[in-house]
């Protein structure tokens, strides 16, 4: 870890950090408190998860606490991801937040409740909890599109914050207090959000249920259909579900819990059949609550359903189901699909939905090329006509780490006087 000064970079391995604060815990101090004009900066990346049994509700609005547990995959970090560095220093007269280039307020009701909740649980070097902060976070991934860039942002934001004030542990219920489904991006592979009971909320945690490597063949293919920030955000959305959607508590208490018990047996076993139909008809359920809303809420667009008929076409065409689309509160799709199936499902996308000739990042992530498929077949499995445009580009993934630290000042969003470098 870089420890940061104005004037120079004096880098050590993390337990040779001499303490400088008068807290006993000299092995693991990352602050030099009692230094004028000195500051401490942690980078985190963190990734994005993408639920296969759905969160839609909550039962605490200031804790977060959800109405159902719910189940995601965490894409790999190296296609997308939010990336957060943050700074520490008596020398910053406030607190201050950068997001994708621009400063925003931090007078934010989630953004206070997980400092506050970092600084009540730090109990190395107390004197860190009297400086404030700089933050600045950026992400690779449109925001506020459906792609659940908060659920990376404040994930990378705790991440870095638990580093920075020598917080071990599980630290999932502080990300929960930011975005609920936070607290699924600070693991990798499978993770589930298990509901609790406590009305504290304390256990209301993320919890890995298969590494990244448990299912090798696993891929995901993102076709993002709009950047745009959606008229409805996810948690006024949320809020008038669970006002008014008789269908979200029944499905919470009816449906949820079978769902949860299959899911989890069919990451186990690796069983792609049972994995796809539990996350299409999660995807299905949660559209129809928003449909069930008063006022109603549509998420998804016209693309957004000829991409779902697109998915039951190939699959009846196989005789299996060969690949899965989910939704979250947005029009962007995300398709779950093995490895091998991977080039003519491509074929039958580009088919439907042909790349632009002159955008290079049409198609980014992990290589593959779409295999040939006679033009009789593409037109017969999906007889519609082409839409060019209406898919804007592609990310091609699979599940990945959790949230990690990036060391080297290189990698930092901000200069060594805690200022972000892009601004």
């Excluded at 398709?335 to 042909?354: G, K, Q, R, S, T």
Aim: include cysteine; proline fraction near 5%.
């Amino acid at each position: 870890m870089a420890h940061i000064r104005i004037a120079a970079y004096h880098i050590r391995g993390r337990n040779e950090i001499v303490s400088l604060c008068g807290c006993h815990h000299k092995k693991r101090c990352r602050m030099s408190a009692g230094v004028a004009k000195s500051i401490n900066a942690v980078t985190c990346r963190a990734p994005v998860n993408i639920a296969v049994v759905k969160y839609w509700g909550k039962r605490d609005e200031k804790l977060i606490l959800p109405i159902n547990s719910s189940i995601s995959a965490t894409l790999h970090i190296d296609h997308m991801c939010a990336t957060t560095t943050v700074a520490a220093s008596r020398d910053f007269p406030t607190d201050r937040i950068w997001l994708n280039g621009r400063e925003e307020s931090f007078d934010n009701q989630r953004l206070q409740a997980v400092l506050c909740a970092i600084r009540a649980r730090a109990v190395d070097c107390r004197d860190l909890k009297d400086c404030h902060v700089h933050v600045c976070s950026e992400n690779n991934f449109p925001t506020a599109a459906g792609l659940a860039s908060s659920a990376a942002g404040y994930a990378c934001l705790v991440s870095a914050l638990s580093k920075l004030y020598n917080i071990e542990g599980n630290v999932t219920d502080i990300a929960r207090l930011g975005s609920g489904s936070a607290c699924r991006s600070l693991d990798g592979g499978f993770v589930q959000w298990i509901m609790g009971e406590e009305d504290s909320g304390v256990d209301s945690i993320g919890e890995q249920i298969a590494t990244e490597d448990h299912w090798p063949e696993m891929r995901i293919l993102i076709l993002v259909v709009s950047g745009k920030k959606k008229a409805v955000g996810s948690s006024e959305g949320m809020l008038r579900s669970t006002r008014t959607s008789r269908f979200l508590k029944y499905r919470a208490e009816s449906i949820v819990p079978e769902h949860m018990t299959k899911m989890q047996a069919a990451i186990e076993n690796r069983d792609f059949q049972a994995f796809a139909e539990i996350t299409m008809k999660e995807s299905n359920q949660l559209h129809s609550v928003c449909q069930d809303t008063y006022p109603p809420i549509a998420y998804m667009n016209e693309t957004s359903w000829t991409i779902v008929k697109l998915v039951h076409a190939y699959n009846q065409y196989k005789g299996i189901n060969k690949v899965a689309y989910t939704f979250d509160a947005g029009p962007n799709a995300c398709l779950y699909l093995l490895e091998a199936d991977v080039p003519e499902v491509l074929a039958f996308i580009n088919h439907i939905f042909p790349a632009p000739e002159d955008n290079k990042m049409y198609f980014t992530g992990l290589p593959s090329n779409p295999s040939t498929v006679p033009e009789d077949t593409l037109r017969t499995v999906l007889p519609i006509d082409p839409l060019p445009g209406t898919i804007k580009y592609m990310i091609h993934t699979k599940p990945g780490p959790g949230a990690q630290e990036v060391k080297g000042h290189a990698a930092s969003l901000l200069d060594n006087k805690g200022w972000p470098k892009s601004v």
